[in-house]
């Protein structure tokens, strides 16, 4: 019996060990993805189409030093003074993809939420990842 236990014991810890080591070399989110951030594919198809409206959540100094072009600059810090040039440049054909600095960078997740919110449109996303890409 004590034996069986040390064998059982033994092999948690093999398997625990197995799983970390997996962890580090290739590690897995469990959080969902949020169904509003654009996916790689997608934005692809609609960068294709022709049907993307880019905003730039960045600070306004940033977005002076490099942009996606034609892309609408609006951040919380001048919400009132930038909201006016994305609804004129709005087409409700079209789909606002929010972005910013990169992967930690949630300024492109709160401004596409609040687009959301007021603009009362569904299709506002943001994208998470460099937008040097695009």
């Avoid at 060990?17 to 654009?38: E, K, N, R, W």
């Amino acid at each position: 019996m004590k034996q069986r236990v040390y064998r059982i014991g033994f092999l948690i810890l093999v398997s625990s060990c197995l799983g970390c080591m997996t962890y580090c070399i290739h590690p897995i989110s469990l959080v969902l993805a949020d169904p509003f951030q654009v996916q790689e594919l997608e934005l692809k198809k609609l960068l294709e189409e022709g049907s993307v409206v880019w905003v730039d959540a960045r600070l306004e100094s940033d977005f002076n030093q490099a942009h996606i072009e034609n892309s609408i600059l609006l951040n919380e810090e001048n919400w009132d003074a930038y909201f006016p040039n994305l609804l004129d440049a709005w087409d409700p054909d079209k789909t606002i993809v929010v972005y910013c600095e990169g992967r930690s960078c949630d300024r492109s997740k709160e401004v596409a939420s609040r687009l959301r919110e007021e603009m009362a449109v569904e299709a506002i996303y943001f994208l998470k990842g460099d937008w040097r890409n695009y």
